[in-house]
């Protein structure tokens, strides 16, 4: 059997999006609803209860899929609005379901004789959803767990929705551009009053973080940044932390950190707090030494500053990279015209996995911008599909993640991917480059564990606390000099030369105890606003600076208003340093002599990738590795 990849309308075509939400959310709840009832037709015991549950969360799969992917990228408002009224009818579906009695006796009286592996890990992973979802508490209990989760669902999406619509736009004099690429000033031509329009888009707010010479606009434009949706958020973001711990105890835990890491690698909430501590314990030494270094070039502008601020950290970075390291970041951009770099991620992904990506010139997108690829094996097999999304527009979500459209069901349906970012259309810098690899591994990693009989385990389904690190693992692909030297050339096609790739690589390598502490501080508002409920959000968030950050946070400024990992990580931000460890461990089985050597490649490729959730992600990693990951080559990157 072929199978083909979603049919989309064309991007002007206002009712066939209509249509096609229709057909991708309400029918498939519909599907999703006559399955359940399906369910509880079965006798106790009764043999298919598990493919019919396999089939609910096949239609539901899609609902969230299309839903929760044109609710942040459909340029059109009213579609946007109703993706999320129907990713709304998605969530409330799920969460009733999960405290249906019926459906929750006929899986657990599934025999367990004469299932294999996959089968068993299915079925204990759908009766462990539904105790946690509380389907074993009294009526009463069951019913209060419905509106908290219907609640919860609702907040965090108008938590996202917030920061989505909240772009700000600051007007500083048309001097703050001394300094800016020549690019970027073109691009930000001067208003009658002598000023230009700075906005909150990562492409003008970063370069201008960067590169501005005006330390007075460089902090008022971050302060914008920062208070990327201020006020909407702060109470949004109150109530959605009082709903989750209220329904942790409700389920008998101590708190929603402790819920929710139970399902984690990391296993108990206190282990984040231990785990926070402990990096920015090993982290500190170096982070001290290179604030000092960036504190005495600061202070050659500023005599007598006593601390850096977060709007001037990278100013000095980049200055001290440039002086001390001899790498200028503008003359860096010059090899990374967007066009090549998007090609050369695929010419390189190709090469080391074994997969061609095919242009689909004529496939039907959301927006003109948006790229279509169809995605096989080196032989020929079709894996699947994906979209590029990268560049900023009005209403569209403004990080950077992985959606998936269609989630991958061997022999049913085809992986669908979106990779979703706001990059500029001209030059970018290298850390730009490196972040479009970084987000693109979850591509990847979605569409080769597209190919598994339950969608339980299709894409990225492992543990929360693992998903980043593959993603973090090809980052190295873009620090390599006989990588980018593909596709990394200036306008006169000579390549960027091994010399300042080498250059580039120790200017990065300073500054990262900084950017750990950093981090720590972002995965300690993550845990205990959750763990502490602070009832001055503002004030909490401002004393952890001071807690885990090196620099001075802006006074005022209302950083987790903006911070939209709260929607989806809630707790545990920590995952990102998490997954890093282990990143690094994996990586420490190739040979950076020959990044391309294919048996490393595909084993990976096959045995912790195309694996998706069907087995723990501690297992998956042995399986790469021979023997347990280990913290070894983290520890080592970081005392180095």
Known sequence: ?????????????????????????????????????????????????????????????????????????????????????????????????????????????????????????VLDDALRGFRRAGVDRDDETRERLRVLGEREDDLAQAFGRHIRDGARTTRVSATALDGLPADYVEAHPVDADGTVAITTDYPDTHPFLTFSTDADARRTVMGAFLDLAWPENDEVLRELLAVRDERARLLGYDGWPDYDAEVKMIGTGPAIAEFIDRITHDATAAAERDAAVLLERARLDHPGLERLDVSG???????????????????????????????????????????????????????????????????????????????????????????????????????????VCNFGRGLMEHSEVVTLFHEFGHLLHHVLAGRHEWVRFSGVATEWDFVEAPSQMLEEWAWDAGVLAGFATDEEGRAIPAELVDQMRAAEEFGKGVRARTQMYYASVSYRFHAELPADLTARSLELSEQYAVWAALPGSHFHCGFGHLGGYTSAYYTYMWSLVIAKDLFSAFDTRDLFAPEVALRYRDRVLAAGGSKDAADLVEDFLGRPYEPTAFTAWLER
Do not use: C
């Not at 367990?112 to 592996?117: H, T, Y």
């Open 1 to 121: 059997m072929t199978l083909s990849p979603l049919a989309l309308p064309p991007a002007d075509d206002t009712a066939g999006w209509s249509s096609l939400l229709e057909a991708r959310t309400a029918v498939p709840l519909a599907e999703a609803a006559r399955t359940a009832d399906a369910l509880r037709a079965l006798e106790p015991g009764e043999a298919g209860a598990l493919v019919l549950w396999n089939d609910l969360h096949v239609a539901l799969a899609n609902a969230f899929a299309a839903s929760s992917l044109l609710s942040q990228v459909h340029p059109d408002p009213a579609l946007r609005e109703a993706a999320e009224s129907a990713e709304q009818d998605a969530n409330r579906f799920r969460t009733a379901l999960m405290l249906d009695t019926e459906v929750f006796a006929r899986l657990d009286t599934v025999p367990r004789e004469g299932l294999d592996a996959g089968a068993l890990r």
């Open 313 to 419: 950290a990278r100013f000095y970075t980049e200055a001290v990279r440039r002086e001390r390291y001899d790498v200028d970041a503008q003359q860096v951009r010059r090899y990374f015209d967007f066009t090549r770099v998007r090609q050369g991620l695929l010419d390189v992904t190709g090469r080391l996995f074994g997969l061609t990506w095919t242009p689909v010139d004529d496939a039907p997108t959301w927006h003109d911008e948006v790229a279509a690829y169809d995605v096989a094996l080196a032989g020929g097999e079709q894996l699947g599909r994906i979209y590029l999304d990268l560049h900023p527009r009005a209403g569209k979500y403004n990080h950077a993640a992985q959606f998936d459209l269609v989630s991958g069901v061997a022999g049913r349906q085809l992986p669908e991917g979106v990779l």
